[in-house]
């Protein structure tokens, strides 16, 4: 018995060297990518997206290799669905990308934790929009450059609107009211085709309470009151007892299917609120024109509510060995006309207003139109800052506490009584 | 051969008309089955913008342009990551039979202090979702210098930590008569011998599990892929799927149909290939 | 060869002379761990590690972006005492365990048997067969279950030709749990498969022998295949149970990630990656982790203590 388990320890003892000695030396075979090849840097950048983001991507940093032959940038490109896993777990091994893609929800969790190097000196933003570039600072420093903005809005498809003999109504002054009315009248008479349909977008409910004089993030607490909330479930609660909009089930499962699936992108329904750059996707599966329109109001509202967001950021690892040529990419992909001419409106409309001259002309039609959209509803915004750390899982938490009450397993009282007790736990913590 | 009516002395060995009846039945039953196939097959041949505007099964127009445009719309052709995926698994199915049936053999038939403690251990080291062991293991990794190399996904089945085949293995052996090997060892023959001429021949059923198994979930296998080969150049087939998809943008949905069915082959023609052996056991190698 | 001669030596020379017996254990023994050397290698180097790791972790508060410091037990005192989630989780992963397993296990073990032999063309049945499973955690499927079964899909519409009108069953909270339950009990291939294989260890020669003796088919069923497939039906009884409570893929992929709706779906690895990935509490994901091994290791426990009493084994006598 003790020969036997001492022999069982020499045995692993003796693996165990052996399996270091191989594992090391395979690596230093395979190995040695963070040095870069000959006198050439090498960073890499991490981005999320679809392929046809790869591939736009990957002919931008070409073009910026060309233009800095001594730097070599590996493009990290992975879905969206695990990038935030992946992305923290190289963070983890201290594997971090030199320059990170990030959006406003993960800004404050990932700045607040020490990953993100401040980027204020490094990157040239003066031609920026200054606005939009306040809201890529955490605690006063300029952790993030925006990569372009969208505004959440409402999109109309007047062609349902016109086989349900309605006309499309005047944005600047409608309220909550008129809309629903509006939808249950499609409904009514549109031949199939449903009026409206919900979704229960953070964005949504920040542009209703800012209505009300709410903020949705007060500082690191949850700014909205009970009353605010009941009263933006109240409008879904409207529009499902009319008909306006599917009942729940069905919007439940609209909402995981994407826009592609949705109502309006399949001339199935009227009305819709989406981020303004998601009006190409809707555009190309309707096959119609689809009309970009603001927000309802609150009845007597002074403020819109409407804000631009970015639709991400770039930002760089607070341990980058190699800084100068990870704020040297950032400087390239928001500043040089180049990129944006290969970039477009991939990652939202650029904010830099020398580039947008420089390559308006080459959008596409409906990048045009939201541009004019967005230029028009420009004096009615509302700011934006970066939401506290924890912003990443509001959506969730929202989307449950909102199918709670529409599925009638809660009151709505009850329910905005836990949705702010979760959301505020979410963003102490 | 000459045995043959005599092999079917089984519970569902069907009677005459019963025949008929059984295959109605498995074929009713297979369309169940085929359903979601035929439904991706023919998502795949609508136009994209047909996919979820016609639910039907049969397309109205049938089009091979996603299989044209899903097989280049990636950096390289779909058969560059074809080939990568092929390279893991064919290592990783290796790794598992040599791996996993020499740990078998022991945990089955062989006596060695503390082989209750082992054999617990075996079990539970796969108790503990991979979720909180992947961020150590990638440490791990990384500081082999093995990110983006094929080693973190192939070495480790080398080393046998797919227990679920282990444990797969332990079972199979244990149904054994033991008077195999006992039979065999009074021939002269050693522990080696027993395990490669007596054991092994007898284990082709679970031995074709494990490969088939392995070959499958290697092939489909997202999480890990996805996490150690980040190069664009190294993707697997399981990760080049999921760029087609943008869960919030733009998603290519009919060539993502296209490529989910080319990349169905090979896992297919493996299983196919693999069934052969699945079925040859004790039965057919005509032992006793 | 040297070996196998001392070997028989050994066999022959047993009963009279200890040392010789000694001897030959010591040799099993040594060989036993030349087996198991790569499997030692790959649990000391590869296993162990990252388990003692989230061992420790556990007990921080490890965000992943930050080291984490000590809290002692307060993960695991958070989780029973403040946690409704953790609950939650807990709950619907018993019951999705509890109701799919011995349906998948029942389910495969019959087709199996109707797929072994006796019948023409049982190679392209069993192909077929095992379709789903070559399928299950694709992102295609996911998109097919919503479909077959939301509001206007094809189960209801199926269900309208017999006048039911059924409710949007992947998005309804009450429903929800179901349609995954179905998708697991679909996806039966696995467990088929290693049925299957099994059916053919059994030595063909018994029922030969039994066919003799004129006795009927459902008599050699229990007498015969029953028990000498009971070390397969126990492991795939093991290993379903393992892999249940570790269910995390069809969730993921089907209720878009978030375990929806209303956390009806929310199963306890998808609630433990939520946890470590979405809010960054990685140490307390840890902390579930040990708590889910605990559960599942006495589960198993339970599995091999009872296994004594209705698994046999061909090499016990």
């Known amino acids: 018995m003790s020969l036997g388990s001492r022999k069982k320890m020499w045995t692993v003892a003796v693996l165990t060297a052996a399996v270091m000695t191989t594992a090391s030396a395979c690596g230093g075979g395979s190995g040695g990518d963070s040095g870069g090849s000959g006198d050439k840097v090498k960073i890499v950048f991490s981005y999320w997206g679809s392929d046809a983001r790869q591939k736009l991507t990957e002919a931008a940093l070409k073009k910026f290799e060309e233009k800095n032959p001594t730097i070599d940038v590996e493009g990290d490109f992975s879905n969206w669905d695990s990038y935030y896993e992946k992305l923290a777990t190289k963070l983890a091994a201290n594997d971090a990308p030199d320059v990170m893609s990030i959006e406003i929800r993960g800004l404050s969790e990932y700045a607040g934790r020490g990953a993100l190097a401040d980027l204020a000196g490094k990157v040239p933003s003066a031609d920026l929009d200054q606005q939009v570039l306040t809201s890529g600072q955490v605690d006063g420093k300029q952790f993030a450059i925006p990569t372009g903005v969208n505004a959440f809005s409402m999109l109309a498809n007047p062609s349902v609107l016109e086989k349900a003999k309605q006309k499309l109504p005047d944005d600047k002054t409608w309220t909550w009211d008129e809309w629903i009315n509006l939808a249950k009248q499609v409904s009514t008479t549109g031949g199939g085709a449903m009026g409206a349909e919900y979704n229960p977008n953070p964005a949504w409910l920040q542009v209703f309470a800012a209505q009300r004089g709410e903020k949705f993030y007060d500082g690191t607490k949850i700014g909205l009151s009970v009353d605010t909330i009941k009263a933006w479930w109240n409008i879904s609660q409207q529009l499902i007892a009319t008909k306006a909009a599917p009942e729940p089930a069905k919007s439940a499962e609209l909402l995981t299917a994407g826009p592609e699936q949705s109502l309006l992108a399949t001339n199935a329904g009227a009305m819709g609120m989406w981020w303004s750059n998601q009006l190409n996707i809707l555009s190309k599966a309707s096959g119609q024109e689809l009309e970009l329109l603001r927000m309802p109001r609150q009845k007597g509202a002074t403020s819109g509510g409407m804000f631009l967001q970015p639709a991400m950021y770039y930002t760089a690892s607070a341990k980058t060995e190699h800084s100068a040529e990870a704020a040297k990419l950032i400087d390239f992909l928001v500043n040089d006309p180049d990129a944006a001419a290969i970039l477009l409106s991939d990652r939202g409309l650029p904010t830099n207003s020398k580039v947008l001259a420089a390559v308006k002309d080459k959008l596409p039609p409906v990048d045009q139109r939201t541009l004019t959209f967005i230029d028009e509803i420009k004096g009615e915004l509302s700011p934006i800052t970066a939401p506290p750390k924890g912003a990443l899982q509001m959506e969730d938490i929202l989307k449950r506490n909102t199918d709670e009450v529409l599925f009638g397993k809660t009151t709505p009282d009850a329910g905005a009584q836990k949705f702010l007790s979760e959301a505020n736990a979410a963003i102490a913590g | 051969m000459a045995t043959r009516s005599n092999a079917v002395p089984f519970l569902f060995r069907p009677r005459k008309g019963g025949r008929l009846l059984k295959h109605l039945m498995l074929a009713g039953f297979g369309l169940l089955m085929l359903y979601p196939l035929l439904w991706m097959i023919s998502s795949s041949l609508k136009p994209q913008e047909l996919i979820f505007r016609e639910p039907g099964l049969l397309p109205s127009t049938v089009t091979l342009e996603n299989y044209s445009n899903g097989w280049h719309a990636l950096k390289h052709s779909f058969g560059y990551y074809l080939w990568n995926s092929a390279v893991i698994t064919g290592l990783s199915v290796l790794a598992n039979l040599i791996a996993c049936s020499l740990a078998a053999y022991a945990f089955a038939r062989l006596n060695f202090p503390l082989k209750k403690l082992w054999f617990a251990v075996m079990l539970g080291s796969i108790m503990l979702p991979h979720h909180v062991t992947v961020v150590p293991q990638y440490i791990l990794f990384s500081n082999l210098d093995w990110i983006n190399t094929i080693w973190p996904l192939v070495v480790p089945k080398f080393l046998a930590t797919d227990a679920f085949f282990i444990f797969l293995m332990v079972q199979f052996i244990r149904t054994l008569p033991r008077e195999l090997d006992e039979a065999a060892s009074i021939d002269g023959a050693g522990y080696w011998r027993v395990f490669l001429q007596v054991i092994l021949p007898l284990c082709v059923p679970a031995l074709a599990t494990t490969g088939i198994f392995t070959f499958i979930w290697t092939w489909n296998d997202f999480f890990s892929q996805n996490l150690y080969l980040t190069n664009s150049d190294n993707l697997t087939v399981a990760v080049a799927l999921r760029q087609f998809l943008d869960s919030s943008g733009e998603s290519a949905w009919g060539p993502m149909f296209a490529m989910s069915i080319v990349s169905l082959g090979p896992i297919f023609g493996f299983f196919l290939a693999g069934q052969k052996y699945l079925i040859r056991g004790v039965a057919t190698t005509g032992l006793k | ?317």
């Open chain 3, 1 to 317: 060869m040297h070996e196998s001669m001392s070997d028989s030596l050994s066999v022959t020379a047993g009963h009279r002379q200890p040392p010789a017996v000694n001897a030959r254990r010591r040799r099993e023994a040594l060989t036993a761990y030349v087996f198991l050397a790569p499997w030692f290698l790959g649990l000391f180097v590869i296993t162990v590690g990252p388990i003692l790791a989230s061992l420790y972790l556990s007990f921080t508060d490890y965000s992943l972006l930050e080291e984490g410091s000590w809290v002692g037990t307060d993960n695991y005192v958070k989780m029973f005492t403040q946690d409704d989630r953790f609950l939650t989780s807990l709950k619907v992963t018993t019951i999705y365990v509890v109701v799919s397993v011995p349906l998948q296990l029942a389910f495969a073990l019959l087709l199996a048997l109707a797929l072994d032999r006796g019948l023409r063309g049982l190679p392209f049945y069993r192909s077929i067969y095992y379709l789903p499973s070559l399928l299950g955690g694709s992102v295609a499927i996911a998109i097919l279950w919503r479909k077959l079964f939301g509001v206007d899909g094809l189960f209801n519409a199926v269900l309208s030709i017999f006048g039911i009108e059924g409710p949007g069953w992947v998005s309804d909270p009450d429903t929800a749990l179901g349609t995954l339950i179905l998708l697991h009990v679909w996806t039966f291939g696995a467990p088929m498969v290693i049925f299957l294989a099994g059916l053919r260890q059994i030595p063909q020669s018994y029922y030969e022998a039994a066919s003799v003796d004129g006795a009927s088919r459902l008599r050699q069923f229990r007498s015969i295949t029953l028990p000498l497939l009971t070390p397969i039906i126990f492991f795939n009884l093991v290993l379903e149970v393992i892999k249940s409570f570790q269910s995390f893929t069809q969730s993921f992929i089907v209720s878009g990630g978030n375990g929806g709706p209303v956390d009806s779906t929310l199963f306890y690895t998808l609630y433990l990656y939520l946890k470590g990935f979405k809010s960054y509490e990685m140490g307390y994901a840890a902390a579930m982790a040990w708590v889910l091994l605990l559960i599942i290791a006495g589960l198993t426990g339970v599995n091999f203590l009872a296994s004594k009493y209705w698994v046999f084994y061909g090499d016990t006598k």
